[in-house]
């Protein structure tokens, strides 16, 4: 039996992320999501932007790991402590007003003629 080789890395890593923000951004602004919750997103970004780090950016690839670090744990954070039937509404888990989808004319409510245009 040969051994496969594993893979280090996820190649979702970066869509994750994006995903993340995208639902951090609305959750930000949804009224179910209590003040205390919206105040994790705000210090991560105070502490992205603020001169003090735990390691500055003069060390570009560890002062710059620092502060995706930072963001990725806030951002994991604001959605863990977000109510849950709101992040599964917005991922698309649970209908609701997460999504504002269009909802199909009933069948009913169709009526079905001719017309014509006359030039007068």
Do not use: C, T
């Not at 993340?20 to 003040?35: A, E, H, Q």
């Not at 001169?51 to 620092?66: A, C, K, N, T, Y």
Request: charged share 25%; aromatic share 8%; no cysteine.
């Amino acid at each position: 039996m040969a051994k496969q080789k594993q893979k280090n890395y996820d190649p979702d890593i970066l869509s994750r992320l994006f995903n993340n923000l995208m639902l951090s951004g609305r959750l930000l602004f949804d009224r179910r999501v209590g003040n205390g919750a919206k105040l994790i997103p705000l210090l991560v970004a105070l502490y992205i932007l603020s001169p003090i780090d735990l390691l500055p950016d003069v060390l570009l690839p560890f002062g710059i790991m620092d502060d995706l670090g930072a963001l990725v744990f806030g951002l994991q954070m604001f959605i863990h402590n977000a109510p849950p039937e709101v992040v599964a509404e917005y991922r698309g888990q649970i209908p609701g007003e997460g999504k504002r989808k269009r909802k199909a004319a009933p069948e009913h409510d169709v009526i079905e003629g001719k017309y014509e245009v006359k030039d007068e």
